[in-house]
C-alpha cells in the first residue's frame, strides 16, 4: 500500500459519487459542486441543494455509496447480519426475528465550523487556508458515523456528541432490547452511537467506530470546547483548532482504511501529517 492509495480512499469526497443517475440529485450536487474550487462555497452549495432545493427531503451523502460502502470496512458491521440496503445499514437476524435500520450522521457539522469565523475570511488569509483544509475533510468517510438517530439537537461537533452519548464505564443498551423504533425520525436522543444489538459499555462503542483519537489515555476528550469559544480565544487559537479537527478526521480515516487494524510500523499522527501537507483538490469524476 502507497501513500498515493491511502490518501485517495481517505480523501475521497463522499457527495461526489461516480455512477449515478444522470437526472437524479446525486448527479445535481456532483455537477454543481465540481463547478467551484473553493472548498467552503462548495460545502455552502451542497448545504444549499440539500437543505433548500430538497427540503431535507432526500437522504445525505453520509447514507450515499461511498459512506455506506465505509461503514462494511468496520469490523463490528463485517458481519453477515450487517447488511448495506435503501439508504441504510441495516441489521437482521433472522433467528431472533430482529430487524433494524442503522442511520449516519456527519460528526462534525462544517457550518458549526464556518459560521463563527464567516466575517473574517476575507482578511485572515492563514485562517482561510486551515478552513479550506478542514472543507476538503469534512465530507469524507473520517467525518461520518453510523448512528442510531441522525442529527443533534445540540452543538454539532464530534466531541460534544460524544460527550452527550458516552461516557467511560457505563453500560448501553443494544437494540435488541432498547426497544428503538424502525422509524428513525421518530427515535429520540438517547445513545446514538449505541448501534449493535448487545449491551456495551461506552469504551467499547468508542473502539469499535474508531473514535479513539478524540480522547487521550485517561479517556478525556481532548476537545471540550465549542468552536464560539475558541473564537473568543482569538485567530491564530482558532486555526490551531481547526488544524486539530482536520487531523482528528483524517486519523480516523486512516482506521477506517485500515479496518481499525494498524500496521505496527504505521506512526498514525506522523501518516495523517504527511496526508494532510499533501492535499490537493479533490478530483470531480
Not at 220 to 239: C, M, S
Request: glycine fraction near 4%; hydrophobic fraction near 35%.
Amino acid at each position: 500500500m502507497g501513500e498515493e492509495e491511502l490518501a485517495k480512499y481517505v480523501f475521497k469526497d463522499i457527495r461526489i459519487i461516480d455512477k449515478c443517475r444522470s437526472d437524479s440529485y446525486k448527479h445535481r450536487v456532483k455537477e454543481d459542486i465540481c463547478k467551484l474550487d473553493d472548498p467552503v462555497d462548495r460545502v455552502r452549495k451542497y448545504q444549499e441543494i440539500m437543505g433548500v432545493d430538497y427540503k431535507h427531503k432526500k437522504p445525505d451523502a453520509e447514507r450515499w455509496s461511498i459512506a455506506l460502502d465505509s461503514y462494511k470496512r468496520y469490523p463490528c458491521f463485517c458481519g453477515d447480519e450487517y447488511v448495506i440496503t435503501s439508504n441504510y445499514l441495516r441489521y437482521e437476524n433472522k433467528k431472533n426475528k430482529i430487524s433494524i435500520n442503522i442511520t449516519a450522521d456527519v460528526l462534525t457539522g462544517p457550518s458549526e465550523i464556518i459560521s463563527p469565523v464567516e466575517n473574517l475570511l476575507s482578511k485572515e488569509k492563514e485562517l482561510k487556508e486551515a478552513l479550506d483544509i478542514f472543507c476538503k475533510v469534512a465530507y469524507t468517510i473520517g467525518n461520518v458515523c453510523p448512528v442510531m438517530k441522525n442529527g443533534y439537537d445540540g452543538d454539532d461537533t464530534c466531541w460534544h456528541k460524544l460527550k452527550a452519548f458516552i461516557e467511560h464505564g457505563k453500560e448501553y443498551t443494544g437494540f435488541e432490547d432498547a426497544g428503538w423504533t424502525q422509524c428513525v425520525s421518530k427515535r429520540e436522543y438517547k445513545d446514538i452511537f449505541a448501534v449493535f444489538p448487545e449491551k456495551l459499555k461506552g469504551e467499547v462503542l468508542v473502539e469499535r467506530l474508531m473514535l479513539t483519537d478524540y480522547y487521550n489515555d485517561k479517556y478525556k476528550l481532548i476537545i471540550d470546547e465549542t468552536p464560539q469559544e475558541f473564537v473568543a480565544k482569538g485567530v491564530d487559537k482558532y486555526i490551531d483548532f481547526l488544524r486539530l479537527v482536520t487531523t482528528l478526521i483524517v486519523k480516523r480515516g486512516i482506521r477506517i482504511y485500515y479496518k481499525n487494524k494498524l500496521p505496527e510500523d504505521l506512526d498514525l499522527n506522523e501518516t495523517a501529517e504527511n496526508l494532510i501537507r499533501g492535499l490537493q483538490k479533490p478530483a470531480c469524476n
